[in-house]
């Protein structure tokens, strides 16, 4: 019955009217009264919970401003560019111009010719391409280049047949005209050997030609009497031969023995050219080649040759023409 003791309607006794909770919950609050808040002191309560500010992945655009090159400048990127390009086009015209002279220095073949072997910076270009392992078969490379080794024993033949009549001029001055017809025949033989009967004949073995052959066998025929008539030795014909040599010796025994040796030298080149003679027909006969086919190489050669097209277009232009003015 206790809880009926207590009057209500007595007055209260050390009643506290502060000691509400809720009261004393403010007045002990850690939050400084407004009066003394500072906002420059560093505050661990309400500044440490204050919310930050949300990123965004965007960014604001920003104009920039335009800025348009001055006519210098222009003017000089427009010169920088045209010298660029001139650079450029006279490195290709040098390229060309290279490529050129390559393809003239090349043969028929389309490789570089490499004889007679030149150095680089002669003002002369080889004029011929001559590879015996290459262009000839192995059962012709022999004879080949035994014609190729006969060609060069009769140049320096001939140079010596010239130092001879040189000599026998200078002890008898009465057959200068052999000194003279020595000079002769060293320019005119020296190239003319080579082109008329050995490269013939390098190309008969290279591409089995019946008209090089037969071209060969006549120019050849005739360079086998030159070299009897040199061994010979007909008095002031320019060739230091047998009978020179012994009308040598009657006015000098040292011109008489110089000449002896080119004389030698005259008998094994004629020799020389009847065995090699006979040894190319031997091929000759065994590759199947006829006088019918070197006729039909020499056909086909005259009419696919840019010489002859242009010739006869040529006629046959003028021919038209003159019928044309005939008919006016």
């Not at 403010?26 to 003394?36: I, K």
């Not at 000089?76 to 490529?99: P, T, V």
Request: glycine content about 6%; some cysteine.
């Amino acid at each position: 019955m206790s809880e009926f003791d207590n009057n209500p309607f007595a007055d209260p006794v050390n009643v506290n009217p502060f000691n509400d909770p809720s009261v004393t919950q403010a007045t002990h609050s850690t939050v400084e009264p407004v009066d003394q808040y500072s906002p420059f002191t560093k505050n661990d309560g309400l500044a440490t919970h204050t919310t930050p500010a949300t990123t965004s992945p965007y960014q604001p655009a920003v104009l920039q401003p335009s800025t348009e090159p001055s006519p210098q400048a222009t003017a000089a990127a427009a010169q920088a560019n045209l010298l660029r390009q001139q650079e450029e086009l006279e490195r290709k015209a040098a390229e060309l111009d290279r490529r050129e002279q390559e393809l003239q220095s090349r043969g028929p073949t389309g490789k570089e010719n490499n004889w007679p072997p030149l150095p680089k910076n002669f003002p002369i270009k080889p004029c011929f391409y001559q590879d015996f392992a290459e262009e000839i078969p192995q059962e012709y490379q022999r004879v080949c280049k035994m014609m190729y080794y006969l060609w060069m024993f009769n140049c320096v033949t001939l140079f010596l047949n010239l130092l001879a009549c040189l000599a026998f001029f200078i002890t008898s001055p009465s057959h200068g005209i052999d000194f003279g017809l020595s000079i002769l025949w060293f320019f005119i033989f020296t190239p003319c050997s080579f082109l008329c009967w050995y490269r013939p004949v390098y190309k008969a073995f290279r591409s089995d030609s019946s008209f090089s052959f037969f071209f060969f066998f006549f120019v050849f025929f005739v360079q086998v009497v030159v070299f009897i008539i040199q061994a010979v030795g007909i008095p002031y014909w320019g060739n230091s031969g047998w009978i020179s040599t012994i009308n040598a010796f009657s006015a000098s025994k040292a011109v008489g023995g110089i000449m002896v040796i080119v004389a030698i030298l005259f008998t094994m080149c004629a020799v020389t050219s009847i065995v090699l003679l006979k040894m190319v027909h031997g091929i000759y006969r065994r590759t199947g080649a006829s006088f019918l086919k070197a006729q039909q190489e020499f056909s086909q050669g005259v009419f696919t040759s840019k010489g002859f097209q242009t010739a006869a277009a040529g006629a046959a232009s003028s021919a038209a023409q003159g019928a044309f003015r005939g008919n006016n």
